[in-house]
Antibody
C-alpha cells in the first residue's frame, strides 16, 4: 500500500534553515508528481510546492518562493523540502502528498498524504 | 488568485444529511476535490472531480458542482464523520492549488 513518511521537523530559530524528507513506498515514485502542503496550528491547508515526476519542473507558493526548495531523489524514493530564512509564519505541520495521475496526464489533486511533520519557528 | 469560501461550521444530527458548500466564482468551470481531516490525522481524499468517489469511501459521500457552488453531501451521517472538510481546485493563475478555508462538521 502507498506510504508517505515525513521526517525532519523540529524547533528552529527565525532566519535558520531546515530540511524535511518524505520517504515514499508502495508505488512507482518516479512516475508521480509530488507536493508539500502545510497547515498552521488550528488553521487550514495551504499548498507550498510541487515537483514533477522527474524533477525537471518545480513550482512554489508566493509565500515561500525564493526561500524554499523542493527536490527529489528517485533512486531513494524520497522527496525533500529545503527551507531557509525561516519565519514565525512558517510554523506548521508539513505534509507531503502525491498528485494523482500520470506524467503525461496530471490530475491536479492529492490522492495520498503522509502523516505530517511539525516545524516550529521560534526564538 | 482564486478564492474558495466554505462555512466555518455545520452541525447535523446522526442519521441525517449534511450538505457542505464550497463557493467560488463560476466554480462549475473547475474540477472540485474534497478532503476529510479527522482530528490529529492527515487529510483523506473523499471526492475527486466534483463527484467521483475513491475506492474505500462509503457511498454516503457524494458531490455536485453547479453555478457558483460545489457541494459535498454526506447522507446518514455517523459519529465518525465528524471532521474538517476542505474543498480544493486547481487554478492557472496565482498559487495553482487552492484550498477552501474548511468546514468543521459536528455530529450532534
Amino acid at each position: 500500500q502507498v506510504q508517505l513518511v515525513e521526517s525532519g521537523g523540529g524547533v528552529v530559530q527565525p532566519g535558520r534553515s531546515l530540511r524535511l524528507s518524505c520517504a515514499a513506498s508502495g508505488f512507482t515514485f518516479s512516475r508521480s508528481a509530488m507536493h508539500w502542503v502545510r497547515q498552521a496550528p488550528g488553521k487550514g491547508l495551504h499548498w507550498v510546492a510541487l515537483i514533477s515526476y522527474d524533477g525537471s519542473n518545480t513550482y512554489y507558493a508566493d509565500s515561500v518562493k525564493g526561500r524554499f526548495t523542493i527536490s527529489r531523489d528517485n533512486f531513494k524514493n524520497t522527496l525533500y523540502l529545503q527551507m531557509s530564512s525561516l519565519r514565525a509564519e512558517d510554523t506548521a505541520i508539513y505534509y507531503c502528498a502525491r498528485e494523482k495521475g500520470l506524467p503525461s496526464r496530471p490530475e491536479r489533486f492529492f490522492d495520498y498524504w503522509g502523516q505530517g511533520t511539525l516545524v516550529t519557528v521560534s526564538s | 488568485s482564486y478564492v474558495l469560501t466554505q462555512p466555518p461550521s455545520v452541525s447535523v444530527a446522526p442519521g441525517k444529511t449534511a450538505s457542505l458548500t464550497c463557493g467560488g466564482n463560476n466554480i462549475e468551470s473547475y474540477s472540485v476535490h474534497w478532503y476529510q481531516q479527522r482530528p490529529g490525522q492527515a487529510p483523506v481524499l473523499v471526492i475527486s472531480d466534483d463527484s467521483d468517489r475513491p475506492s474505500g469511501i462509503p457511498e454516503r459521500f457524494s458531490g455536485s458542482n453547479s453555478g457558483n457552488t460545489a457541494t459535498l453531501t454526506i447522507s446518514g451521517v455517523e459519529a465518525g464523520d465528524e471532521a474538517d472538510y476542505y474543498c480544493q481546485v486547481w487554478d492557472s493563475f496565482g498559487d495553482p492549488w487552492v484550498f477552501g478555508g474548511g468546514t468543521k462538521l459536528t455530529v450532534l
